[in-house]
């Protein structure tokens, strides 16, 4: 069955960086897109980026453009979310998103930025 | 960007009853050249990641239950789940996928 498992989370200060992994598995990973999609405490969800399956389109939600990058690594049916620069508004579970309808998600994982 | 909003914020339906939650776009997520609208239906029960209900406005996802029912085309949606069960209790969210920076709407809580 379809599994997206996320890594990398963890408690950073601000200005800080993050890497989050995104293990992929059930599904034909080099056909779809990816997208990762935050869900700050309480709150709703938020879409901040996805990749096309070639890498040679990404997009950003305007509050992590020029901080945060997206990538992916076909061969090894993963995807990437660089953090740089992270604020304490970036706090959010941060959900790695198959498909281009957001068709499968994974279990999510917490990034918390606080000093 | 594509604005979406859902009404109401939150609604509580008795069981067996049902309920309806409505979504809007500020722009229509209709693309004529396939007549699709690139809309989808998330629900979110509490302390669960999302989970797909419905693709293009109305197609139900594999394993949801007939009972679950979406329509509109444009930029007027509308999600309805029937004869309510105790396991609906969640937060439904809309979703544009028609362009970039693809958005969800603030999200509708549904009680018991």
């Known amino acids: 069955q379809v599994k997206l498992v996320e890594s990398g989370g963890g408690l950073v200060k601000p200005g800080g960086s993050l890497r989050l992994s995104c293990a992929a598995s059930?599904?034909?990973?080099?056909?779809?897109?990816m997208t990762w999609v935050r869900q700050a405490p309480g709150k709703g969800l938020e879409w901040i980026s996805h990749?096309?399956?070639?890498?040679?389109?990404?997009e950003y939600a305007g509050s992590v453009k020029g901080r945060f990058i997206i990538s992916r690594d076909n061969s090894k049916n993963s995807v990437f979310l660089q953090m740089n620069t992270l604020k304490a508004e970036d706090t959010a579970v941060y959900y790695c998103?198959?498909?281009?309808?957001?068709?499968?998600w994974g279990q999510g994982i917490l990034v918390t930025v606080s000093s | 960007d594509i604005v979406m909003t859902q009404s109401p914020d939150s609604l509580a339906v008795s069981l067996g009853e049902r309920a309806t939650i409505n979504c809007k776009s500020s722009?229509?997520?209709?693309?004529?050249?396939?007549?699709?609208?690139?809309l989808g239906w998330f629900q979110q029960r509490p302390g669960q990641p999302p989970k797909m209900l419905f693709y293009?406005?109305?197609t139900r996802d594999s394993g949801v239950p007939d009972r679950f029912s979406a329509s509109g085309s444009g930029t007027d949606f509308n999600l309805t789940i029937n004869s309510l069960q105790a396991e609906d209790v969640a937060v439904y969210y809309c979703?544009?996928?028609?362009?970039?920076?693809?958005?969800f709407g603030p999200g509708t809580k549904l009680e018991i």
């Open positions: 998103v198959g498909g281009v309808a957001a068709d499968y």
């Open positions: 722009q229509s997520v209709l693309y004529s050249s396939n007549n699709k609208n690139y």
């Open positions: 990749i096309n399956p070639s890498s040679v389109y990404t």
């Open positions: 293009w406005a109305s």
């Open positions: 059930g599904f034909s990973f080099s056909d779809q897109y």
């Open positions: 979703h544009q996928y028609f362009t970039s920076p693809y958005t």
